[in-house]
């Protein structure tokens, strides 16, 4: 991304915002990470939500895995409530937490979506930035730290 194209969206977020939903796929103590491709950062799956496509932010989250998996979850698949939520001004993020015995392969995912993901990977929860050190892109987006403390405290209080 150069710096215009950075300018540019980050201009757009300022003054129309942001509104959208991912979701936490967790399978014993791994997460399921996404490479993105702009910016080259690891990120949990999700995206942007569309009033035409979404009642609300769990659709999102739903239709965003779907989209960028190939993997069709249900919404009583996702926790009841987002293990994260961030919204001021014109921005707003869910996060949804979804509790699975089965890793998922995820290679399916339909071709127009593949251009936003470089590839996928299950991390341990409790130790990401080691799992991911091997990596040649080892970043996380700027938010996903802060998220995993809250999956984590939440699974604390689950288990």
């Known amino acids: 991304m150069n710096i215009i194209d950075f300018l540019s969206a980050f201009i757009k977020l300022f003054t129309q915002g942001y509104r959208g ?3 936490v796929y967790l399978c014993g103590n ?9 910016p080259k950062r690891w990120a949990f799956i999700g995206g942007s939500y569309d009033k035409t496509k979404d009642a609300d932010y769990r659709e999102t989250a739903v239709r965003e895995f779907w989209e960028e998996t190939g993997v069709k979850l249900r919404i009583s ?3 009841k409530e987002p ?5 001021f001004w014109h921005y707003r993020w869910e996060l949804y937490l979804v509790i699975s015995d089965k890793k998922i392969e ?3 995912a339909p071709e127009e979506y593949r251009h936003e993901y470089q590839k996928y990977r299950y991390v341990n929860l409790y130790d990401v930035r080691k799992d991911l050190s091997s990596e040649r892109y080892h ?12 999956v984590r405290r939440y699974i604390e209080i689950k288990r």
Not at 30 to 38: C, D, I, N, T
């Open 21 to 23: 939903a991912g979701i």
């Open 30 to 38: 791994h997460v399921l990470m996404q490479l993105r491709m702009h």
């Open 77 to 79: 698949d996702l926790e």
């Open 83 to 87: 293990v994260h939520a961030l919204g």
């Open 106 to 108: 995820v290679d399916n």
């Open 139 to 150: 970043k996380l987006f700027f938010f996903v730290s802060y998220q995993l403390k809250k």
